[in-house]
C-alpha cells in the first residue's frame, strides 16, 4: 500500500499509541521515513514545550521595573566584569563576564579576550524591540550586535539570543541548551543581568542524562 501525505500522518496519527503506529507501518500505512519525521518533530515539539518550563527564580525582587518611558536608561557604558565576583570569576573573569554571556555560539568559543588590554560593552536601546550592543576594547568599538527583546509587565527587558540551542542531534546523540536572559537596573544605577540555563542530553532517546539547571543573577558596573 502506497505511503499516504506526512503531515496527514502526523496530524491524524500524533494521539496514537505505539503499538497502533506499528500496526500501521507495517500495513504500509506510515512509512518507516515517516516514522523517523514524526518521532523527530514530536521531540521537537517536547522540547519547545520543554524550553518553556525553564524559568526564572520566582523570588528576585526587580528594584527598578522599566516601561516605554524608562527603558532608555539602560543606555550607557558598563563593565564586562561582575561587579561582586566569586574568586573564581574574579580570577577567570576572561571566561566569565557579560560578553561570554551573550555569546550562544554553542560548539566554540568565539570571542576571545585579551588579558593586557581594556574591555567594556556599551548599551543602547533602539527601541521596545531591540537592543545595540557595543563591544569596546581600549576604548574602541570594535563589534556592534542588535538583539530582539522584549519590554514585559514584570519591569524586565527579556532578551532574544539563541534562547534555545542544539548541541549535535538532541536526544539522539546530543542534547538541548536553554539559556534565557533578562535586563533591569540596580538601586545604584548598574545593570542587572539575570540567568536561567538548563543543559540536558541523551542517548538514543534516553533522556535527561546529567540534565542541570543553574539560576543566577550578575551586576554590572556602569560608567
Sequence with gaps: ????????VFTSSEGLADDQKKSFAAAGIISKRDQ???NFLGMLLFTLVYSGC????????????????NVKKLNGVYDIKERKPDSVTQKYWMYNNFLTEIDRKLMA????????????????VLDG??????????????????????????????????NLGFLLVPYLAGGIDIKKTRLT?????DLIFDVVHHRSAAIFFIMFLDGRTWHYRNEYKKY
Design 1 to 8: 500500500m502506497k505511503s499516504i501525505n506526512l503531515l496527514s
Design 36 to 38: 523517523c519525521v514524526i
Design 54 to 69: 525553564v524559568t526564572f527564580e520566582k523570588n528576585l525582587i526587580n528594584p527598578y521595573p522599566l516601561n516605554a518611558a
Design 109 to 124: 568559543d568565539t570571542f576571545k579576550l585579551d588579558s593586557f588590554k581594556r574591555y567594556k560593552f556599551e548599551l543602547l
Design 129 to 162: 524591540s531591540h537592543l545595540q550592543i557595543n563591544y569596546i576594547e581600549n576604548e574602541q568599538i570594535i563589534k556592534e550586535r542588535i538583539l530582539n527583546t522584549s519590554l514585559r509587565k514584570d519591569g524586565y527587558m527579556y532578551l532574544k539570543n539563541k
Design 185 to 189: 537596573i540596580s538601586p545604584d544605577g
